[in-house]
């Protein structure tokens, strides 16, 4: 159950920032948070779900740097960490998680960068495809898939994108180059293009081992699920696990992500703005299949 609680409001300790968050997107992280499916050693109710925060930095602990009370920022969160989620209007957060957000946007557009932007930048840094290969991408309309495309064009890499018909056009203003059907015949379609497969897949959509004919041999595998969907790996198929905390800590991805998105590479797409009172009913829409963009809880 998801209900509001008023709680005390926490400093920045050294090496810290305590933000005034304004928007929270919502994840299928949160919803596995709600239901109790996520819970780790330590962590005591209440729960406070949330991944991505944006807000203004409020105050600043000793030996921060670069943050200043005023900036405007995002943040990825680690919802089971000691800190919280960030379904807060007050979060404290080390200065490294934390970077300024991309000038010109709202903070509901920010809040839906960090953790989509951070899975999708580390499953490609995880293959390292060269310029001018071709990556596939399963699920490309959905937030994950959909900064694959824009990252993986960023790199200077080709992308073939599966879309169901009613998303081909945004597959492609994302930057697609080739749009497959999503579905069964992946594979076939992909080698239609590239006989010999792409030489990664980031299988955003998890199709598991229905993405594996994609690849050429001894090609490259992104993992959002975990690689036991794979099972045993042939032709010399790599897989690797994206797990996004492993770029927790690390603001010169998430900085990285802010300029690209000022330039007009990354697409910061909401699909619906509701109040934290709400919350609700977010997690309702989250569930609901076909949503193109976050939802977002304002604070």
Known sequence: MLQPLAVPVPHAGPGEVRLRVHA??????DILLRAGLLRHSGMQLPYCPGQDAAGVVDEVGPGVAGLAPGDRVMALVMPTSAAGGAY?????????????????????EAAALPMNGLTARLGLDLMDLAAGQLLAVTGA?????????????????RVVADAAPADEELVRRLGADHVVPRGDGLAEAVRRIAPAGAGGVADAAVLGTGALGA?????????????????????????????????VGDRAELD????????????????????????????????????????VLTF
């Open 141 to 157: 309309a959905g937030a994950v898939g959909g900064y694959l495309v824009e990252l993986a064009k960023a790199d200077g890499l």
């Open 24 to 29: 929270a997107a919502v994840s299928p992280t």
């Open 88 to 108: 807060r209007e007050h979060i404290v957060l080390p200065a490294v998680r934390v970077a300024h957000s991309p000038s010109g946007t709202s903070h509901e």
């Open 256 to 295: 990285d992500l802010r300029q690209l998105a000022e330039q007009g590479e990354l697409s910061l797409r909401v699909a619906r703005i509701l109040p934290a009172a709400e919350a609700a009913h977010a997690h309702r829409l989250m569930e609901a299949v076909g949503r193109r963009g976050r939802v």
């Open 215 to 247: 690849v050429r041999d001894g090609g490259q595998v992104a993992a959002f699920r975990g690689t036991e969907v794979y099972g045993a790996l042939r032709r010399g198929l790599v897989a690797h696990a994206v797990y996004v905390p492993d770029y």
